[in-house]
């Protein structure tokens, strides 16, 4: 077994990826649309609230918000000026599409490099406090605050979708877009919902994760994207709870692989992962039960 | 045989265009038969010099391009640098030309694949006392094998499920590229090269950059004809309606795996021209951004034919390598070029070219209709 410190971290990746997968199924539920580009969102929050943190000395909870907002701006923005028009011209197939938010990933993330430079900014912790021991083991603040955000957020979702007309609209929506079109539901609103609340989570992940310490490279937004979808992959599309799952998995192989074969089993397990999962089971582990 | 080149090609890129040979043959011979009032036959209307040139326009239009890249390339080691860095994504780029562009499958792993030529150029000339010509189809082989067990084992994945793999694959790679150093000489990379042993002659790297400049376009012309033959037909229908390929007797999963077998052959050997053309190799050149740059390329200049993979590499090196001015944002323009081009123009800039083309044609007839 690796030490508990490792398994700690795992748990605090696991969120991590788990938020991000959270942000893909908001958007994929709606709209049916896998927004490839977020990762790009979740790098461009975490580097903006460490930037006007770091240069502009602006405060943190102000930073951080600012970043999260900047997040959802990009998730719309991205949507209405690049996935939207291209989707609506409905030929090609998923190619055009998938090559447009290849292109989105990549602009933001150069964009990002341009403007806030092409070095990791240091970041700050939210709470700067002397790290809880159980026995022999310390826990950051960070860390408890990372987890117990996105159970939260997970529990927000979970709500949202079960009691509120816009959450279960969602559902609606996504299952079938043209009877609901026809049903009079407001279709592009729920478009609208559904990315600004993934560019939220998105961003809330970004800031969460950047507050780690490690510091956010402009680059690291393509990684985020893949371990977000893997995530989604993993825990399948059953509950909303399920990216959470997978993404405890995602994070806890990786780990275990480190610590069995060293830092250069991480890309391989993650690829054998991804096979196994692709081809074993596409469904995830938390599949949708559809009741004939 | 006609009816099905039609539909196929009216279906092509998903935008409705029809393609550029076709386009041009039938607009040359309906011009011609509007002159011709007699009723006479097509062939016996076209001279022998028009036999051929039409339907070649591209290719002889490609060719004072080739003479004048060569002529810029020769003497100046600037220029030889900025030409070796456009042939490698023209490589690239008209390596997932028949698997990404005409056969829509999404395992993009093509740097790999070209590492695996660079490499084998590399091993065998610092490894070992063969001749270093032996490393093509060592690449070749190796690169092959290995498209062919990637496409096996994800044969039943499609769409990100499949990006999403050779992407993990790249990475994977790329470590080991960086970990095993007994092989591949790990973060310092292999080198210096040894020049092919011809009897009688001596190859500078200049020469191979030279060479893989004739080699891509003669590749490129390759990869033009076979577009409208037979195979290029069923490998495009293949990504429309995998289907009905499959009704005629075409196994889908084979034809999936001998398109990514080639699209892996081309990728080695310009790997291959790449490691003489450098002199050395180095695990970073081999990057998943290389791929998605070529990628971006192909489709800035045209999927319709192989030379927008030409255009858009020229545009990737002027913008990030050659223009002072985008030194540190020229991949930030490139890819909001890229995103305008998707959104104004889906065929990409040659697409574009043929429409103002087709528009230029139809004015032109109205004019002389009107006139005459």
Same mark, same amino acid.
């Given at each position: 077994?690796?030490?508990?410190?490792?398994?700690?971290?795992?748990?605090?990746?696991g969120?991590?990826?788990?938020?991000?997968?959270?942000?893909?199924?908001?958007?994929?539920?709606?709209?049916?649309?896998?927004?490839?580009?977020?990762?790009?969102?979740?790098?461009?929050? =975490?580097?903006?609230?460490?930037?006007?943190?770091a240069?502009?000395?602006?405060?943190?909870?102000?930073?951080?918000?600012?970043?999260?907002?900047?997040?959802?701006?990009?998730?719309?923005?991205?949507?209405?000026?690049?996935?939207?028009?291209?989707?609506?011209?409905?030929?090609?197939?998923?190619?055009?599409?998938?090559?447009?938010?290849?292109?989105?990933?990549?602009?933001?993330?150069?964009?990002?490099?341009?403007?806030?430079?092409?070095?990791?900014?240091?970041?700050?912790?939210?709470?700067?406090?002397?790290?809880?021991?159980?026995?022999?083991? =310390?826990?950051?603040?960070q860390?408890?605050?990372?987890? !117990?955000?996105?159970?939260?957020? $997970?529990?927000?979702?979970?709500?949202?979708?079960?009691?509120?007309?816009y959450?279960?609209?969602?559902?609606?929506?996504?299952?079938?877009?043209?009877?609901?079109?026809?049903?009079?539901?407001?279709?592009?609103?729920?478009?609208?919902?559904?990315?600004?609340?993934?560019?939220?989570?998105?961003?809330?992940?970004?800031?969460?994760?950047?507050?780690?310490?490690?510091?956010?490279?402009?680059?690291?937004?393509?990684?985020?994207?893949l371990?977000?979808?893997?995530?989604?992959?993993?825990?399948?599309?059953?509950?909303?709870?399920?990216?959470?799952?997978?993404?405890?998995?995602?994070?806890?192989?990786?780990?275990?692989?480190?610590?069995?074969?060293?830092?250069?089993?991480?890309?391989?397990?993650?690829?054998?992962?991804?096979?196994?999962?692709?081809?074993?089971?596409?469904?995830?582990?938390? #599949?949708?039960?559809v009741?004939? | 045989?006609?009816?099905?080149?039609?539909?196929?090609?009216?279906?092509?890129?998903?935008?409705?265009?029809?393609?550029?040979?076709?386009? /041009?043959?039938?607009?040359?011979?309906?011009?011609?038969?509007?002159?011709?009032?007699?009723?006479?036959?097509?062939?016996?209307?076209?001279?022998?010099f028009?036999?051929?040139?039409?339907?070649? /326009?591209?290719?002889?239009?490609?060719?004072?391009?080739?003479?004048?890249?060569?002529?810029?390339?020769?003497?100046?080691?600037?220029?030889?640098?900025?030409?070796?860095?456009?042939?490698?994504?023209?490589?690239?780029?008209?390596?997932?030309?028949?698997?990404?562009?005409?056969?829509?499958?999404?395992?993009?792993?093509?740097? !790999?694949?070209?590492?695996?030529?660079?490499?084998?150029?590399?091993?065998?000339?610092?490894?070992?006392? /063969?001749?270093?010509?032996?490393?093509?189809?060592?690449?070749?082989?190796?690169?092959?094998?290995? =498209?062919?067990?990637?496409?096996?084992?994800?044969?039943?994945?499609?769409?990100?499920?499949?990006?999403a !793999?050779?992407?993990?694959?790249?990475?994977?790679?790329?470590?080991?590229f960086?970990?095993?150093?007994?092989?591949?000489?790990?973060?310092?990379?292999?080198?210096?090269?040894r020049?092919?042993?011809?009897?009688?002659?001596?190859?500078?790297?200049?020469?191979?950059?030279?060479?893989?400049?004739?080699?891509?376009?003669l590749?490129?012309?390759?990869?033009?004809?076979?577009?409208?033959?037979?195979?290029?037909?069923?490998?495009?229908a293949?990504?429309?309606?995998?289907?009905?390929?499959? #009704?005629?007797?075409?196994?889908?999963?084979?034809?999936?795996?001998?398109? /990514?077998?080639?699209?892996? #052959?081309?990728g080695?050997?310009?790997?291959?021209?790449?490691?003489?053309?450098?002199?050395i190799?180095?695990?970073?050149?081999?990057?998943?951004?290389?791929?998605?740059?070529?990628?971006?390329?192909?489709?800035?200049?045209?999927?319709?034919?192989?030379?927008?993979?030409?255009?858009?590499?020229?545009?990737?090196?002027?913008?990030?390598?050659?223009?002072?001015?985008?030194?540190?944002?020229?991949t930030?323009?490139?890819?909001?070029?890229?995103?305008?081009?998707?959104?104004?123009?889906?065929?990409?800039?040659?697409?574009?070219g043929?429409?103002?083309?087709?528009?230029?044609?139809r004015? $032109?007839?109205?004019?002389?209709?009107?006139?005459g």
């Amino acid at each position: 077994m690796p030490p508990a410190s490792d398994l700690i971290a795992a748990f605090q990746d696991g969120c991590f990826f788990g938020l991000i997968a959270l942000g893909y199924s908001m958007v994929l539920e709606a709209t049916g649309f896998f927004n490839f580009a977020l990762g790009a969102m979740v790098m461009f929050a =975490a580097i903006f609230s460490a930037y006007l943190v770091a240069v502009i000395h602006m405060p943190l909870a102000l930073a951080v918000m600012v970043g999260i907002a900047s997040a959802a701006i990009l998730s719309v923005l991205s949507d209405q000026l690049v996935i939207s028009p291209i989707e609506k011209r409905g030929t090609g197939g998923e190619l055009p599409a998938l090559v447009a938010v290849t292109a989105v990933l990549f602009a933001i993330q150069q964009f990002a490099g341009t403007v806030f430079g092409r070095y990791p900014l240091p970041s700050e912790s939210w709470i700067n406090r002397p790290p809880l021991m159980w026995g022999s083991v =310390a826990i950051s603040w960070q860390i408890i605050v990372t987890v !117990v955000i996105t159970l939260l957020v $997970f529990a927000a979702i979970h709500l949202w979708t079960k009691r509120s007309l816009y959450g279960r609209l969602l559902y609606a929506v996504g299952d079938n877009r043209n009877a609901a079109r026809t049903l009079g539901l407001p279709v592009n609103r729920i478009r609208l919902v559904a990315f600004v609340l993934s560019g939220l989570i998105g961003g809330l992940a970004g800031t969460l994760f950047a507050s780690n310490g490690g510091g956010v490279g402009f680059e690291n937004g393509f990684s985020y994207s893949l371990y977000g979808f893997l995530a989604l992959v993993i825990g399948g599309r059953g509950s909303v709870w399920a990216p959470l799952l997978g993404g405890l998995v995602l994070a806890n192989a990786q780990t275990y692989s480190i610590y069995r074969f060293g830092g250069g089993a991480l890309d391989f397990a993650t690829l054998v992962l991804a096979l196994i999962f692709f081809g074993l089971r596409p469904t995830g582990l938390v #599949a949708r039960r559809v009741r004939i | 045989m006609r009816l099905s080149r039609r539909s196929v090609s009216d279906n092509d890129s998903g935008v409705g265009s029809r393609a550029k040979p076709d386009a /041009l043959t039938d607009g040359s011979v309906r011009v011609r038969q509007a002159e011709r009032p007699d009723g006479r036959s097509r062939s016996a209307a076209l001279s022998g010099f028009s036999r051929i040139f039409v339907g070649r /326009l591209d290719v002889i239009t490609s060719i004072p391009f080739l003479i004048l890249a060569i002529n810029w390339t020769s003497g100046n080691a600037y220029h030889q640098q900025l030409m070796l860095l456009f042939v490698t994504y023209v490589f690239i780029a008209l390596a997932l030309y028949v698997p990404f562009i005409l056969s829509g499958a999404l395992s993009i792993a093509y740097s !790999v694949y070209v590492a695996i030529g660079g490499y084998s150029v590399a091993i065998i000339s610092v490894k070992t006392h /063969l001749n270093v010509i032996l490393a093509f189809p060592m690449g070749i082989v190796v690169a092959v094998g290995i =498209a062919l067990i990637l496409g096996a084992t994800t044969i039943r994945l499609s769409g990100f499920f499949l990006a999403a !793999v050779s992407i993990l694959f790249i990475y994977a790679a790329q470590d080991f590229f960086l970990d095993a150093t007994p092989v591949t000489g790990g973060a310092s990379g292999l080198g210096p090269i040894r020049s092919i042993s011809l009897p009688g002659v001596t190859l500078s790297p200049a020469d191979y950059i030279t060479a893989s400049v004739i080699v891509a376009w003669l590749i490129a012309v390759g990869l033009r004809n076979v577009r409208s033959r037979s195979f290029g037909l069923v490998t495009r229908a293949r990504r429309e309606v995998p289907a009905a390929i499959e #009704a005629v007797g075409v196994r889908v999963p084979i034809l999936t795996l001998v398109v /990514l077998a080639i699209g892996a #052959a081309l990728g080695s050997v310009g790997g291959s021209l790449y490691a003489l053309g450098s002199g050395i190799v180095l695990p970073d050149g081999f990057s998943l951004d290389v791929v998605i740059i070529a990628l971006f390329t192909a489709l800035l200049g045209g999927v319709n034919s192989p030379w927008g993979a030409f255009i858009g590499s020229a545009l990737v090196v002027e913008f990030t390598y050659n223009l002072q001015q985008f030194q540190n944002t020229g991949t930030l323009f490139f890819s909001l070029a890229v995103i305008v081009v998707l959104l104004l123009a889906p065929k990409g800039l040659l697409g574009y070219g043929a429409e103002i083309k087709s528009l230029l044609f139809r004015l $032109f007839r109205i004019l002389t209709r009107r006139t005459g």
